[in-house]
Each structure stands twice: as structure tokens, then as C-alpha cells.
């Protein structure tokens, strides 16, 4: 394995670690059961790495919903608390990312969060781009929501962690519909120089599974028909 791969990999393993904590009691809305979320489906879903041009870049797509089940757990919070935090953070789409460069002798050097700022960007469906919104335009209060990650990913990757920048861009496209919704059906992308990473929605990770009504073969909660029997995909397992 070399260094790059090395490094991947813990950030990978740090990031499976720290969701299976941060998910442990998600519960997803189109789901009157607790489905457990299974946190390294999550990571895969939501995380992008590369390694191209010898550096490995790593974008970590965190969802307004999963800030708010962190939030709302282990003690649910007050209606008027939890509609307060919800309004505190759903004009955002935030982003988690880091560069890491290769130094002399195996030691990493990272990019600092000014010169990730210019490089980034956020691709709707429709191709139009957004920046990451100035510190000065989003409350401090929402600024400083992802401590408890970056805390949390420090003592687990180390170095790594503290040189994770989260990044706010806006929630809603010019028409007016979420650009980043975990349970809507889309895309989207974040940009940093000439890589690109892009994501599909809705996430199977969050979305309860469904059935073949034929012969109750499990499909992820987004598939929509039976690719082998083409009957409409059910969220019931049917009798045997």
C-alpha cells in the first residue's frame, strides 16, 4: 500500500468511525421504524476521494438531515429549539473537503482553507456554479455547527482532521428546488480545480430497502422497478 493509499484509507476508516456514531440513531422520515443506517454505506455514498496529479483530494457531503438527527439525539430537543436549528442551517448546503500534498520524507502538508476556498466550487444539476458563501454571510453559530466533526475526526485521523475545512454554499438552485437533497432524485457535483466529484440522489443509505413483489428480493431503497421481473419495487416484503 503506498502513502497515498495509506493515507485514504485512515481518512476512510476515521470517517466510517465517526459516522457509525453520528448515525447510530438516524431515522429516516419516509419510515415509521428505526432502520439502522449502515455508516459505511453512508461514507461510501456521501465521501469522494482522488488521487490524481499526486495529491489526494477528499470531498464529504454531509446532509442537512443528518445535522439535525446529531442534534436532536441522545435527548430529543423542544419543537421550538429543533425548528430554530432547522432554520439555522437548511438555507445551507455544507460541504466537509481537504488537499493533502506530499512532503519530503512521508510527512503530509495540506492546503490551507483561504486557497481551498478559491479553488471550489458547487455544480447543480442544471450546470450552474456556486462558491462557497463568505464567512461574514452565514450566522456564527451555523460557522461553528462542525467543530464536533473536526474534533471528532482529529482524534481519530490525527493532523488529517484539523485540516478538514468546512464550507457553506446555498441550499436552493435559481429554481428554486434544493440542490443537494438525500431523498429527492438528482445530481450534483463540487469541483475542486480540475477535479470533479459528483454525487446521485437519492441515498441508498438512508432510504429504507425494497421488495420484489414476485419473489421478495431485496433492492436499495431508490430503485424504483425489479430488473428482473419488472414489477414495481414495494416497501413490504410479501409473504412467503
Not at 438512508?206 to 416497501?235: A, I, Q, R
Amino acid at each position: 500500500m503506498n502513502p497515498g493509499e495509506r493515507t485514504r484509507f485512515k481518512l476512510q476508516a476515521g470517517a466510517v468511525a465517526l459516522a457509525t456514531v453520528l448515525t447510530a440513531s438516524y431515522a429516516s422520515p419516509s419510515s415509521t421504524s428505526e432502520p439502522q443506517v449502515d455508516s459505511r454505506a453512508f461514507v461510501r455514498e456521501t465521501m469522494r476521494t482522488s488521487e490524481e496529479r499526486g495529491r489526494l483530494t477528499y470531498v464529504w457531503w454531509i446532509p442537512e438531515e443528518l445535522w439535525v438527527s446529531i442534534i436532536d439525539q441522545p435527548t430529543p430537543l423542544p419543537d421550538d429549539q429543533l425548528g430554530a436549528f432547522v432554520e439555522l442551517l437548511h438555507p445551507y448546503t455544507i460541504v466537509a473537503a481537504g488537499v493533502v500534498l506530499p512532503g519530503s520524507k512521508g510527512k503530509m502538508t495540506f492546503v490551507d482553507r483561504n486557497t481551498l476556498r478559491q479553488a471550489v466550487v458547487l455544480v447543480d444539476s442544471s450546470g450552474r456554479k456556486y462558491g462557497p458563501l463568505p464567512d461574514d454571510k452565514v450566522p456564527p453559530a451555523a460557522l461553528h455547527l462542525p467543530d464536533m466533526f473536526r474534533v471528532a475526526l482529529t482524534a481519530i485521523v490525527g493532523d488529517m482532521g484539523q485540516n478538514i475545512h468546512f464550507l457553506f454554499f446555498p441550499a436552493l438552485a435559481v429554481s428554486g428546488a434544493r440542490i443537494a437533497d438525500p431523498y429527492v432524485q438528482g445530481e450534483f457535483s463540487v469541483r475542486i480545480g480540475d477535479d470533479e466529484f459528483k454525487w446521485k440522489t437519492p441515498l441508498n443509505a438512508l432510504l429504507p430497502p425494497k421488495f420484489c413483489p414476485k419473489d421478495g428480493e431485496e433492492f436499495p431503497g431508490s430503485w424504483s422497478y425489479c430488473p428482473w421481473h419488472g414489477f414495481k419495487l414495494t416497501g413490504t416484503k410479501p409473504e412467503e
